[in-house]
């Protein structure tokens, strides 16, 4: 039973800002206790412990939810946690909830004060129950923690100890919309209504980095370097005289002098700062985390030690399910990277990065790498969360917000980004078979195409605010965004149609409207067989969009590897990118395809391997050749879109392709390409049926193959042309 319903939001009585603050409860048990269930949530994040015991291991719970619409609950067994006198105590900070965004973002998510809200139920031996709800009967200080901030960090005073507990408040305004700023006239307690029960992945401390090396830059900072960057936090030792203030700041990289460089952090502050009280404790911090890899350490107190700092990881708690490895250890990196990248990116919602004033939800972000993430880790549950919270973004006429969850934007609609809609729910019932995502997110995807159409002129969907091929390499002359309009409208109409087809929905209105863009987009952007439009971007999407004929095919397939090769790298951007490969292997010019994935300069994948990167960078030059940075003011060193390369690692260079006629890889296709500049490649998969493996190994006399089908699950063998269907088990060509 869901007993938190009947709890009342509480808080601190006055606005505290950034600081954080306890409740606490007594409760005397003279019973012996059966069961004990907690139920919690806040407008904020929380932690709960009970007599001093920490209850649960996830962090920054309850996560991020569009807050106006929903806000989730957890629920904990906390049976053996229950004693004779029970102390409840609740420590909440504002996390996402209350932060106040800067910069290009103006419109500050809304927030007065954050609040919590709880539930106990105790079962007794004898069949009786006792039910405790947080309300104005719990008491409630400040911590120890006296600031907090996702994107600033925290400072924690070890001397501090509040004893000045003050009866909580019951809510009745959490934040400040007009009708609830009459709630709060009117002294209405704030609703339960928007509670829900969990869902997604919890976000949990996860891999633990020693420094790699502690050093003094040319400027006589004191760094320290852990080798990863990643999202997470430092655990740290330090005894300093009572009052001594202490200081980390977290950062990516050094600037081409060795110096520590947090000019593209923004306005992000991305500091801890620690308050000693004479005695030595280890402290990490609680309610925030920075995306680093080097920390510098800003008056320290005592000789700085090695053993006395730790970088923990921290993503959301997904299983990992893709491999990858070849002979190019580069390659390996640049996979590794990819891997990173994912990790630190997917922190309870698909950001864009994770170290400056942004981490956003990004759609675009989301939809251009939810394939390759669902190759790598199980990201069904994860995704089902995020959808709903697009499907609550969504406005009155379809429209699309650019992040998700949505932080109070009024713009929508950008092609290529709102598409999250359509393409993230048909993906992910490609990778894992769960007819149910596309029966709960149709609704979303109709009214999105739906936009698209109310938007549309003779066929053409023309206007509107758009990114296009964002950071392409085009120059001048860059893929249009009618294009790239048209050629997602087309797309996801497509996609909806075979949703609707799969759940047995009348389609044959959205069969018309694809029918008539398709001709009206020929008319527009295709002359003689080819793309008008002569970029990369352009032929790679109406290729793997797959609404070209045959004889179209061929002809823009051509034109495309001609593009490629005469200028000899690639010039996409995120929204080219991820089909680029795919767009050139798939109609025989494989060893283009690995020309662009081998090469070592920029633009190229392994150009930022070679420079040093365990990441993903959001620019192909994000640090110039010289050392130098590409931009201080939009320059991530861990954003995920390039990434999408690891889908044709796996799907194409290794070869374990789904089927989109049997979703879940219950058949699956096996079709590897191979290079002469690798000596073997292989991957595995763990599908819903098991695992899938294929292998490949050069030989004197040519190629050898192994496939691994799991069992229950048939599949198709393409090699040179050749077709061969095989059952499960292991087997060699």
Known sequence: MDHILNAKWITYPKNVGEAVCEFRKTVDISKKVVSATLQATAQGVYIVYINGERVGNDILTPGWTDFRFRVLYQTYDVTDMITEKTVITAELAQGWRMHKTKGWFERPMKGTNKAFIASIAITYDDGTEDIIYTDNTWTTCLSATRYSDIYNGETYDADFNDDNYLPAKIVTCAYSTEAEEEMVVKGIEYPTDILCKHEGEFVREKERFDPLSVFTTPNGETVIDFGQNLSGYVEFSIKGEKGHKASIRYFEELDKDGNVYVENLRSAKTTVTYYC????????PKFTFFGYRYIHLIDWPEEVKAENFVSI????????????????????????NVVWGQRSNFVDIPTDCPQRDERRGWTGDAQVFIRTASLIYDTERFFRKWLHDLSYGQSADGGVPHVVPNSDWIDNGAMGWADAATICPWQIYQAYGSKWVLAEQFSSMRKWVDYMRNHSIDGLWLGGGHFADWLNLDGDTPTSKPYLQNAYFIYSTSLLIKIGNILGIEMSEY??????????FRARFMKDGKIVENTQTSCAEALYFGFLTEEETKSVSEQ???????????????????????ALSDNGYVKTAYDLLLRHEFPGWLYSVDNGATTIWEHWDSRNPDGSMWSAEMNSFNHYAYGSVAEW????????????????FSHIIFKPVTDERLTFVKASLDTRYGKAASEW????????YTFTVPAGVTATVIIDGKTTEIGEGTHTF
């Open 277 to 284: 009280d004479g005695e030595r404790r280890t402290f990490k």
């Open 313 to 336: 990881a921290i993503y959301s708690d997904m299983k990992r399910t893709g491999y990858f490895e070849c002979s190019d250890k580069d390659v390996n990196r640049l996979f590794e």
């Open 511 to 520: 069969e018309q409207c694809l029918e008539k863009t398709q001709k009206a």
């Open 560 to 582: 495309l590897n001609t593009l490629v090769t005469e200028c000899g790298h690639l010039k996409t951007g995120f929204l080219g990118t991820p089909y680029l490969l795919h």
């Open 649 to 664: 690692l796996i799907e194409k260079a290794a070869g374990i392709t789904h089927d989109e006629e049997h979703a879940g």
């Open 697 to 704: 190994t050069k030989e004197a006399d040519g190629y050898k």
